[in-house]
């Protein structure tokens, strides 16, 4: 059985600070995805990450598939309160499925 | 533009009641998901379609029935409630020919099932 475990589970930072989180199996999977989900909604995309070793930026957020396509990191830079909310990683299983992680919750407080 | 719509979005249930969540999806894609979400357990795949006239076991099917009514719709039944079936549950739809291509998500159904 596939699995991805997330640390940290909770994370409650002020504006301004840094933070990563990470995302861990011992299985190797073709690509990896982030997604954020804020209350009452459905999670939404924010990267795809393909090639081992492959970093990613989008604005304050920097994405790391590792070189070994088993684990990613998510980088934010000076946090702000609108990045609060849950972020899920999910790395590919075959063709059409996709294995979610546990999770990390984001408070940033201003 | 919709995107993906799941109906209803809260329901409540005694053990025993049958019901069927309805989802569907706008966006001409071949793949659709259900999924249901507990705390602390991410998202868990209950079942999948990958195309039309296909469907197949995710990783806790048990209890669960779905129909890929068309290509649009993807409806899931729980045929006898029971209390470990309260969650959110999500569907997802994806253009699952184009590889890595992002799953797109309803805004889920609140299920409690006292």
Redesign the interface.
């Given at each position: 059985?596939q699995l991805?475990e997330?640390s940290p589970?909770f994370l409650s930072i002020q504006e301004g600070e840094n933070l990563t989180v990470y995302c861990n199996s011992s299985s190797v999977f073709s690509?990896l995805?982030w997604y954020r989900q804020e209350p009452?909604?459905?999670?939404?995309?924010l990267v795809?990450v393909?090639t081992g070793g492959e970093v990613k930026k989008l604005k304050r957020l920097t994405f790391q598939f590792g070189d070994a396509r088993k684990d990613s990191s998510l980088h934010i830079t000076a946090a702000q309160p609108g990045d609060t909310g849950l972020y899920?990683c999910?790395g590919?299983s075959g063709?059409?499925?996709?294995?979610?992680?546990?999770?990390t919750r984001l408070k940033v407080l201003a | 533009n919709a995107g993906?719509t799941q109906t209803p979005k809260f329901q409540v249930l005694k053990t025993g009641q049958s019901m069927t969540l309805q989802c569907a999806q706008d966006m001409n894609h071949n793949?659709m998901y259900w999924?249901r979400q507990d705390p602390?357990?991410?998202?868990?795949?209950i079942y999948?379609s990958?195309s039309e006239g296909t469907t197949d076991k995710?990783?806790v099917p048990n209890g669960y029935n779905v129909s890929r009514l068309n290509k649009r719709e993807f409806s899931l039944r729980l045929e006898s409630a029971a209390p470990s079936q309260t969650s959110v549950y999500?569907c997802?739809s994806s253009e699952?020919r184009i590889?890595?291509q992002?799953?797109h998500?309803?805004?889920?159904t609140r299920l409690s099932i006292l």
């Open positions: 059985t991805l997330q589970q690509s995805q009452g909604e459905g999670p939404v995309l795809t393909v899920l999910a590919a063709t059409y499925k996709y294995i979610f992680g546990t999770g | 993906v793949s999924y602390g357990m991410g998202l868990r795949l999948y990958a995710g990783e999500f997802a699952s590889r890595n992002p799953q998500f309803g805004d889920g």
